[in-house]
């Protein structure tokens, strides 16, 4: 069965500093890719997604992600973080063959200190 | 953008009863809904996935006569707990998704239902 791997739990940066959030998966086939925000109190937003062509993805609130087949990974990005960015973040796989379903990640709890 | 709404956002129920939550994508028809839980701190894992007019396909481990699901429309999808217990409280989100091209591999997601069961 697939699998997300989100390896960093809890990330704690001030403000300005640069992000990176590790994302891997396990599953060999052709996969949709996606990074979700989930703010304190809010419900699931859709930060970016990849579904093919070029690997940098670039989404909403000046994120990007980029997605490196041979290392099954899709890293968020971002190079200056803002004290609103503080939130749970979320990786998820879809598998492009049967059910529609995402697979998350355990999710990445990002608390940016002003 | 698409919109999934999600009634009651909280309920609190006592042991032994009876629970349904609505999901209803609002702007757009929703052939397929799926029914997630999110305990404190961690991930969605999904329970079901619904598709309209036929019946639900639970994941391993999720108790098909426990959590009901009824997928009438192409806009309402409903998960009703029943006989719920204490271990039942959790949110519960849905989301949903077309067979329309441009949104056929994006899902949009509901706000979550908080269910306290006491």
């Known amino acids: 069965a697939q699998s997300v791997s989100q390896h960093n739990h809890h990330v704690i940066l001030s403000e300005a500093a640069s992000l990176e959030l590790g994302c891997n998966y396990s599953?060999?086939?052709?996969?949709?890719l996606f990074w979700y925000v989930q703010y304190p109190g809010q419900h699931l937003q859709l930060l970016l997604k990849y579904f093919s062509g070029d690997p940098l993805v670039k989404g909403i609130k000046g994120f990007e992600a980029e997605f490196i087949k041979s290392k099954f990974s899709f890293n968020l990005r971002k190079p200056s973080v803002q004290w609103s960015d503080t939130a749970e973040y979320f990786c998820?796989?879809?598998?492009?063959?049967?059910?529609?379903?995402?697979?998350f990640g355990s999710g990445t709890r990002l608390q940016v200190q002003p | 953008g698409a919109v999934v709404s999600q009634h009651p956002s909280r309920v609190i129920c006592k042991s032994g009863t009876s629970v349904k939550i609505e999901c209803r994508s609002l702007d757009f028809q929703a052939t397929t809904m799926f029914w997630y839980r999110q305990f404190p701190k961690q991930s969605l894992m999904l329970m079901a996935t619904s598709n309209e007019g036929s019946k639900a396909t639970y994941e391993q481990g999720v108790e098909k006569d426990k959590f009901l699901i009824n997928h009438a429309s192409l806009t309402l999808s409903t998960l009703t707990v029943t006989s719920a217990h204490p271990e039942d409280s959790s949110f519960y989100i849905c989301s949903a998704t077309t067979s329309g091209t441009v949104l056929m591999a994006e899902q949009y997601f509901g706000p979550g239902t908080r269910l306290t069961v006491t």
């Open positions: 599953y060999g086939g052709t996969v949709n």
């Open positions: 998820a796989v879809r598998l492009l063959t049967g059910r529609r379903a995402l697979t």
